[in-house]
């Protein structure tokens, strides 16, 4: 089905309001009284405070199979560098990763799904808080979400800057990585910097430790596990002429299997204490678990695929396109529910920086596209007789 353009109208104008007005994890309230208002005014019914400030609307069309459509609404904490009239006014958060634009699409797709007399079943509009590091897929989970809106299968989507304007790709198994973070306190001796030999140098510690850990990828797992290990941070002294006697590393981990990322774990705890023992010093590995991978139902591909297909506007990527090593807590969803999370390029003359940079934009010529993918997946699910 083709978006009208009074409807296209209405997503840009969401899409700029959100932009300007961006919110952080927990705190999309602005965001979440917005998505509420505009589905009770083309008739769902209405839940709020899921997993704090998430919003559910349902519409309900008799017997048949019950979906969720998920759009996440947080922004991040950048100063934005676009110069735009609807740039944001909220000094050092925005939207630079498009999830304006998400809430814009599955809106539009709300208020046509509305207006459709042939579907059967219930779809839920799941519109999420925290994706960004802060979990609140998981949030709205614990909150009861496929409790108290239990679904068949789950489903979401995301511009994705790399792939031309339009372009659909998924892909069976896992699509993003896990995402874990960790902290390795190096504690030593010590010292002035001109007799380093009465302490322990716990910056070269640090120094051997960072290197070693490159080894892991490149040398300790097979090439079929990929895996990303980042260090990211160093903390260490406050003095040009003191060696100081402790320093900090802190970093990411990002698999595409459970059974990798747990061996990742174990040998990074291995190398900071091998390494630093070597030194005479000592290592304290602190690891957080984060999202896992983000693993789409093979079974659910080809649906996804289809519905993409009679989008207007949207062509197919193949179906061997890599997972991304980037992390998304649609896992959790995904976990919980069967269901697959897909891409749709934003590459065009409005885009051109890619996610999470201070210049991104949300190319509004992805909001019909979208959208329509939205409305033909629920149509293919929810097809009356079907």
Same mark, same amino acid.
């Given at each position: ?9 209405? #997503?840009?104008?969401?899409? %700029? ?19 509420? &208002? ?8 209405? %839940? ?13 069309? *008799? ?41 814009? #699409? ?69 699509? #993003? ?48 596990? @990929? ?35 747990? &061996?990742?774990?174990?040998?990074? &705890? ?68 069967? *269901?697959?999370?897909?891409?749709? *390029? ?11 940079? @201070? *210049? ?7 909001? @019909? ?18």
């Amino acid at each position: 089905m083709a978006i009208d353009a009074d409807l296209a109208t209405r #997503m840009v104008a969401w899409r %700029h309001d959100l932009h300007a007005h961006p919110e952080l994890a927990f705190h999309e309230t602005r965001t979440a009284d917005l998505v509420a &208002r505009e589905l009770a005014a083309c008739g769902f019914a209405v %839940h709020r405070g899921l997993g704090r400030t998430g919003v559910v609307g349902t519409l309900s069309r *008799g017997a048949g199979p019950t979906i969720g459509l998920r759009a996440d609404m947080d922004a991040l904490p950048i100063t934005e560098e676009t110069g735009l009239p609807y740039a944001s006014r909220n000094p050092g958060v925005a939207h630079s990763c498009g999830h304006d634009g998400h809430v814009a #699409m599955l809106l539009g797709a709300a208020r046509s799904l509305a207006a459709m007399g042939d579907l059967a079943g219930t779809v839920h509009v799941i519109f999420q808080p925290a994706e960004e590091c802060e979990g609140g897929g998981r949030a709205m989970i614990a909150d009861g979400l496929f409790r108290l809106f239990p679904c068949d299968s789950i489903w979401g989507l995301h511009n994705w800057p790399g792939l031309p304007l339009g372009t659909f790709a998924t892909r069976p198994g896992p699509i #993003m990585a896990s995402l874990d973070t960790f902290d390795i306190v190096v504690s030593g001796s010590g010292s002035h910097a001109a007799m380093p030999e009465r302490g322990i140098d716990t910056l070269v510690v640090t120094a051997d430790i960072v290197l070693a850990l490159q080894t892991i990828v490149s040398r300790r797992l097979s090439p079929h596990d @990929p895996a990303v290990v980042s260090v990211t941070q160093i903390h260490g002294g406050d003095a040009y002429n003191v060696i100081p006697a402790s320093a900090i590393i802190r970093g990411t981990v990002r698999c595409l299997g459970a059974t990798v990322r747990t &061996r990742v774990a174990t040998l990074i &705890r291995e190398i900071a204490e091998g390494t630093a023992a070597a030194h005479g010093a000592t290592a304290a590995l602190t690891y957080h678990d984060g999202y896992p991978a983000t693993v789409n139902a093979a079974a659910a591909v080809p649906v996804a695929r289809e519905a993409a297909g009679r989008a207007p506007g949207v062509s197919l990527c193949p179906e061997d396109l890599p997972p991304s090593m980037a992390s998304e807590d649609f896992a959790y969803m995904l976990e919980s529910c069967p *269901g697959a999370y897909a891409w749709l *390029g934003a590459d065009g003359p409005a885009a051109g920086k890619p996610l999470h940079h @201070p *210049g991104y934009n949300f190319n509004d010529d992805v909001l @019909p596209l979208g959208a329509g993918y939205w409305i033909a997946l629920t149509q293919n699910l929810l097809r009356a007789g079907r």
